[in-house]
């Protein structure tokens, strides 16, 4: 059966995070390792009663197919959004509802991408991205990002090179990082990019979740015509309903709708009308907002623990937003190792390794601190504090 | 920008059906052109009740991330089913839930399909088939079906010739034409492809639409090695949830749960868990009941004024089950030009071009009798009668 499936399929490697989310099922494990929203602040009420009414209003309409593009109301409230928020005119023409952002990867692999493309990934990089674009086999070009953002020569000299389709980001507080890229850096990517072929895709799951700092320019903003925008309400309201959206001009927009069409003809229609009754009959700021207040006090309580039980020798990023960060162990030494110690004392994270476009073994982790209260992100500390002084 | 394109999406012509069904939004006209389950049937009060009560129940948890492979629950519904109806012992293991059943074509098209590979389709075929398959580039062998199945000689004759790693069937109530194959066609198919390395698609979202006759063997039960099912609850309960799944063996299970995790990481979990809630508190085959009950006494309608309403020389199908039947005018008529007159007479149909991978014009069509009640039908098939005289 193996030489009977597809090149793409067979290249793909076990999920290592699967992998390690099975060692961190042990409920005596404190895990930094997840990437989940915090379950506590789901609006639960507040849907229940959204999915309630909109049974009460709209009957069977809710219940039957819809169209590829997604629900006029919703695409309308993003639109009205973005105005609001960024001061960025999107006509809801531009704006398709997809099955989670995650399908936007995908549905963007599928529109662009023939074998061997070339495509630049930030590195580290999201993993669900090396994924969904692994499967239209590109040739990657993995560019580093740090504090501040995008190293603009190494992208200099990819541009310089060869002829990238697309530049993927995810421009505040990055998965896995937590680093958020500089109005100058944005300008300076944008730049290089403005008037060649090269899309840039601004993933944006987290750029709500900010608990201090200045919000910072869109790339639609600054080089529209080469930008392509995914959001999510995964972060926001609650990831189960699979909702999310992508912003691209109608060119575009004409074939993303086909491949839409083709992978699953229209996000699930009753979730959109649900989530959109949610958003007009409450207040998305003010929920935002509760929760950044606990998951900015989790990320402090994290550093300030960091601070206080990791060696000095040991770098950590200190996200202004988003659910997590990274750490940088000494040169040489290895986040697997470390995770082998790190079970050992019961407590988890996630290696660098799957955020690397070759996969190879790093000095990184990532840890979440969206998930866990601040007594147990201490005590998670302090144990992973004695497993990096083990190995030193 | 139209160079910056895949070659996969640039290949893929305009919906032909989309272009069709803005024609009939004008009120006074009567279209069979659709392909919708009527709405009147969908269990919007109990729907609406399980929604309330699965937030009642199970609060946040409903809201968050969940597995890839389904919600256990709706796999283990869907298992059960399987062993009451059709004697099948499907562990809950082999099954995933897909975001409709769409999405199986898409996860299948990129788990098994290189460019150039060899893959077999029914023609007329399901248009949305050919459009998710065309996305990996296949060769396509249409192999002709008509009432009572496949023809198995056309079928010998490719596989005498090629190495297709596919073969996708609708074997009840096709889309289309709404041919069931027989009892004896299944066996005839499964011998030819026993042994190989061709996998049947068994794409049924149909199957439980049956009005009249005996259910049919699955090729699960004649073939299983070679054998994938894909089934829906579209046509059953709601097709806005965008709920379906699919039965595979473990070894290509794997493979799939790849593809799905980067296709959207899982489908929606909220609408997983509605749908089990409601399938749990309700009696399925009671609501199915009413719905075949209506559905065929419109496709009796449907027959009835055709034989009062068309030339004798026009010849038509006469389906057991499902929502469509299928009109063969007389060779050398076109059915697209039948279109343009029948849209004057205000009575629409689709055409059959798009159900051929050539998408040649044809002397077929497709009519809807699930979404019209029986004087519509009528009246309906009155006007499509006097277009087709017309032509003669």
Chains 1, 2 share one sequence.
């Not at 950044?292 to 937003?321: L, R």
Request: hydrophobic share 40%; net charge negative; proline share 5%.
């Amino acid at each position: 059966m193996e030489n009977a499936f597809s090149d793409r399929i067979n290249d793909v490697p076990k999920s290592f995070i699967r992998e390690i989310l099975k060692v961190t099922i042990d409920a005596s494990i404190i895990s930094f390792a997840g990437g989940l929203p915090n379950r506590k602040f789901f609006p639960v009420k507040a849907l229940q009663k959204a999915a309630f009414d909109v049974f009460e209003e709209a009957g069977n309409e809710i219940l039957q197919y819809s169209n590829s593009e997604g629900y006029l109301g919703l695409r309308q409230f993003i639109s009205d959004r973005y105005r609001q928020r960024d001061g960025l005119d999107i006509p809801v023409e531009d704006i398709l509802i997809t099955t989670g952002s995650q399908q936007g990867l995908d549905l963007l692999g599928k529109t662009f991408l023939n074998e061997g493309d070339d495509l630049i990934i930030e590195e580290p990089g999201y993993l669900g991205a090396i994924q969904a674009f692994a499967m239209y086999r590109p040739r990657f070009h993995p560019v580093a990002v740090s504090e501040g953002g995008m190293d603009t020569s190494q992208l200099s000299q990819v541009l310089g090179e060869r002829q990238p389709k697309l530049l993927y980001t995810v421009t505040n507080f990055q998965n896995p990082s937590g680093i958020s890229y500089s109005d100058a850096n944005r300008r300076a990517v944008a730049d290089q990019i403005r008037g060649s072929s090269c899309l840039i895709i601004q993933d944006d799951p987290y750029g709500d979740l900010r608990f201090s700092g200045e919000r910072k320019v869109s790339f639609k903003r600054i080089v529209p015509e080469n930008t392509v925008l995914l959001g999510s309400f995964s972060k926001t309201v609650a990831p189960a309903l699979r909702l999310g959206w992508m912003v691209a001009p109608p060119p575009i927009m004409d074939k993303l709708v086909i491949a839409k069409q083709a992978a699953d003809l229209h996000s699930d229609y009753l979730a959109q009308r649900i989530l959109h009754r949610y958003l007009c009959d409450n207040d998305i700021d003010a929920h935002i907002a509760t929760i950044i207040a606990q998951y900015g006090k989790q990320k402090e309580a994290m550093i300030s623990a960091i601070k206080d039980y990791f060696p000095a020798a040991v770098q950590f990023t200190n996200p202004e937003g988003g659910m997590f960060l990274w750490i940088t162990l000494p040169e040489g030494m290895s986040s697997m190792t470390l995770f082998e110690a790190a079970i050992k004392k019961k407590v988890a994270f996630v290696p660098g390794t799957p955020f690397y476009v070759d996969r190879k073994d790093s000095n990184t982790l990532r840890l979440n601190f969206s998930c866990s209260d601040e007594p147990t992100i201490v005590e998670g500390i302090r144990r992973l504090g004695a497993s990096i002084k083990e190995l030193f």
